[in-house]
Structures are given as C-alpha cells and as structure tokens.
C-alpha cells in the first residue's frame, strides 16, 4: 500500500533531518553543551562554557629537536611527573600515562618518577617503559618517611579511627591511607630522588586527561612566577578534618610573621556559601584544591613557613586521630603563606578523576562534555568550590580573554 505523497515528504524530511544531525556529531564529537541541568550553584555562568584558548606568553613549546627524549641539552627544566602507585595498580596507571602521553608528554618528554612503599616489580617496569620515550625512575619510599611517627599513639590512633567510622568518614580504619596523606602532606618532596628537581606534575592512577597541550607547563610555572596549579577545587568532608583550622589558628598565633599579606584568608574561611561546613570545622570553609592533580614548586613545600607548619600539625597528630589529607593541607598552606596571584587555575587542562571533570571549551579537548563537572548524582554539582574562589579572587582566564 503507497503512502500519501505528504507523508512520503514528511518521512524524507525527517530522514534528511536525521542524517544531518549525525554528520554535525560526526564532524565535532566535541560541541555538545551541558543543558540548565548542568548549572552550577554559586556561578551565574559556569567559566568553562567561554572559548578557553592558552595563558598569556610567554609560552615555550617544540621546535625542532629542543624537547627530544635523547637531547642532554633539552629545553626541559628540572621538572617531573609524580605518581604515588603500587605495583597492582599497574592497569590504571598505564591508563594515567597513555592520555597524559598522548595530550602533552610526547612533544616534551619530561621524565617519569614512581615512588611506591615496596620494590616494584619488573612487569610494571616493562609496561610503563613501552608507553613513555622519557626516562623513568622507580623508586621507593624511605622506611622512616612512611612509618607511623613514635609519638602517635596506637590505642588512640584505633579509638580514634571507630570515632570516624561512626562519621562515616571515608578510609577511617585504613592505616595506609592515613600514612599516605601525611607522606603526600610533607614527606614527597623530601625524597632523595626530587632533591634536585623544582616542579612536579602529579599523576594518579585511573585518571583522563582530554585535551592536546601544546606548551610547556613547567616552564609556564616559571615564567610566570605560578606557585601552584590546579584543575577541580571542591568542599572537604568537615567530620574528617574538625581540628586541622583550630590547631593552624595555633599555629598562626605564635607565627604570624609567616602570613602572606597578599593571602586567600577569605577562600579559606568563607561561611556563606556552606555554613554548616565553616562551622563542622570550627572556622574553615572545606574548600581545597583536589590535589589527585597538581602542578607545584616544591621549593614552598621546603620553605621555612610550610616545613613549621607541617611540623605542627605533624606534632598534633591529625594525620592520624582524624583524616587530614593532603588536598586540604596543602590548600591551607598555599592559601595562608603564598601570594594568592601564584596560584594558577590550569583551565586548560581536561582531566577527570572520578567522579568530577574539568572541562573546557576547546576545540583541542576531545571526550568529555564542555562544563561537565561530574558525571555522578546531582548534589555533587553544589561541591564545587570555584565560586567561592571567584569570590574572593579574580578569573585570570576572563582577564585574559576578555569574557
């Protein structure tokens, strides 16, 4: 039976619509915009949905031979890409260096550092060796970095570990993830085989990074004075840190001289937007820089401010009878004794850890959503902390660009 000739126009219509519609994704995989659904509570308009090009010149990038793997007179500077990894996390890692590789890695070839608690054995040797032409060192962390420090107390440490369970704060029974923090906190960059290098890109396993980069971020750190680099800045658990702002209040009181004049107090300790959390943590926001990604001077981490600071709240014992992680220590040290201007938001840089994103809008970012911020419920997209960030801080992207 024919149909109608209008139907048969409608259908034809349809099937060219269609069609179209599969070319442009074809085309520009890319160019899909998060709907209202993807609002982010706080910003007005999510940074991320502006065309996001590179930072400002200087920028050093591949000319000829200059970043070859094989060049002893390379315009690499002393700079590293750091992971904390163990042997059986071997298949996410791989997953880790074949997209940083593939986006930046493989124009610059900077080397590789590995650092794990035991010997890591020779198939996870082999298989990072076949993803990367830089040089890559294994290496293993010093008994007395890691071990518990005498002067915590095992019997508290245990009580102290059912208490945050019963908070339902995350790892709270897991020793390796306490010692883990406090290493991350300030132990990393006391390893002997970073004693000569100055920056770090650090890298965890099972983490995706979307976007080509085409200049060299370390030398973007130098040339532009940065201190600190990060990609996602999110609301912390208040229950596993409610004594890490009162013991630095302490700190502070007895060495103010080490206050940045220039600092990120307000970052650090705003209670509008999250109040219950300002006042679960007895004066801090929770806000900190998700440090699974960062790009770092580890001469702060060694600076005389930083090094008495992590030895206070080392003394206090945190690490342990709470949950201090590294995220919120190292955002409370860069925020209270480092000029804010130092501090770098690396917009450009697609990344996800699960379950957050960074994601800009360029056309050099393949594989996530522009303005994603996470891919998990609906609530997360209030953990974002980037509004309290340009409250009390200018977007150096909209200065740049003009947006």
Partial sequence: MAFPKPIRLMAAATMVMFLFLVFQLMRNPTAVHPGEHEKIPGLARD???DETGEPPEPLHRVSGSNYDADNPNSDRINATLLSLVRNEELDQLLQSMKDLERTW???FNYPWTFINDVPFTEEFKKATRQVTKAEIKYEIIPKEHWDVPSFISPDLME???KILEENKVQYAQMKSYH?????NSGMFYKHPALKDMQYYWRVEPNVHFFCDVDYDVFRYMRDHNKTYG?????YD???SVPQLWPETVKFLAANEQYLHPNNSMGFLTDKDRRPSHNEAANGYSTCHFWSNFEIADMNFWRSEAYEAYFQHLDRAGGFFYERWGDAPVHTIGVGLFEDKEKVHWFKDIGYQHIPFFNCPNSPKCRGCETGRLTDGDAW???EDCRPVWFKYHKNEWALSTGK
């Fill in 380 to 382: 997360l997209k209030g």
């Fill in 159 to 161: 009580e102290s570990a």
């Fill in 105 to 107: 890695n493989h124009k």
């Fill in 179 to 183: 010692q883990m923090c406090r290493w």
């Fill in 47 to 49: 940074p991320n949905l």
């Fill in 237 to 239: 658990s208040p229950e």
């Fill in 230 to 234: 990060f990609t996602v800045t999110l």
